[in-house]
């Protein structure tokens, strides 16, 4: 299948830092990203949806200016957590669809840890 | 939007024995159901997927089987292996825009 590359997989930082996390396509272009919240033995939340050339969409409840989405080419979505604070500890998750046959594939995931 | 429900939530089998996960929809528009399955602390893996013209997939000891009059489709392991435990997710999209995901059923394979 599809191979969608996320990094970091993991990151402790201070309360109050910034983390940006990317994610890439690597062997097809992605108009279209997911990102996704996981917390422990639960679902995967959608936060937003990443549009190449525009502005993110985001879900009822996800803050714009807290978690910063930026899709700059077809290949590559970054999801910057701002200000990060420990409730942010989470782990993040991408994921693209193909433009051919519509399949979903997800990157490895971000573990965050805020102290 | 379309809401998709799962269950059970969770799931324990004896190795060997069939585990079944059902997941209804909502949306009479969705045309695509993948199956994912996700060990802790990876990413989901794609693992099966069927779309709205065909009724039953099968590849190896994995089956999904999809009703669009009922609006539900069906996860089938047989012969289930210990390395099957895992959280697995159904998901509902249409045309590939937009993908909205079950709850999770946790299964659990005892040795």
């Known amino acids: 299948g599809a191979v969608v590359s996320q990094h970091p997989s993991r990151v402790i930082c201070k309360s109050g830092t910034s983390v940006k996390i990317e994610c890439r396509s690597l062997d097809f272009q992605a108009t279209t990203m997911f990102w996704y919240r996981q917390f422990p033995k639960q679902s995967l939340m959608l936060m937003a949806t990443s549009n190449e050339g525009s502005k993110a969409t985001y879900e009822q409840g996800v803050e714009k200016d807290k978690f910063l989405i930026n899709h700059a080419s077809l290949t590559l979505s970054t999801l910057t957590v701002t200000s990060a604070h420990p409730e942010d500890s989470s782990f993040y998750i991408c994921s693209a669809p193909t433009r051919t046959n519509e399949k979903l594939f997800f990157g490895s995931g971000t573990q965050l840890s805020v102290l | ?111």
């Open chain 2, 1 to 111: 939007g379309e809401n998709v429900e799962q269950h059970p939530s969770t799931l324990s089998v004896q190795e060997g024995d069939s585990a079944v996960i059902k997941c209804t929809y909502s949306d009479s528009a969705s045309n695509y159901f993948p199956w994912y399955k996700q060990e802790l602390g990876k990413r989901p893996q794609l693992i099966i997927d069927i779309r709205s013209n065909v009724g039953e997939k099968k590849d190896q000891r994995i089956a999904v089987t999809l009703n669009k009059t009922a609006k539900h489709f069906s996860l089938h392991i047989t012969e289930t292996q210990p390395e099957d435990s895992a959280v697995y997710f159904c998901a509902a999209s249409i045309t590939g825009n937009q993908f909205y995901f079950g709850t999770g059923t946790s299964l659990t394979v005892i040795p």
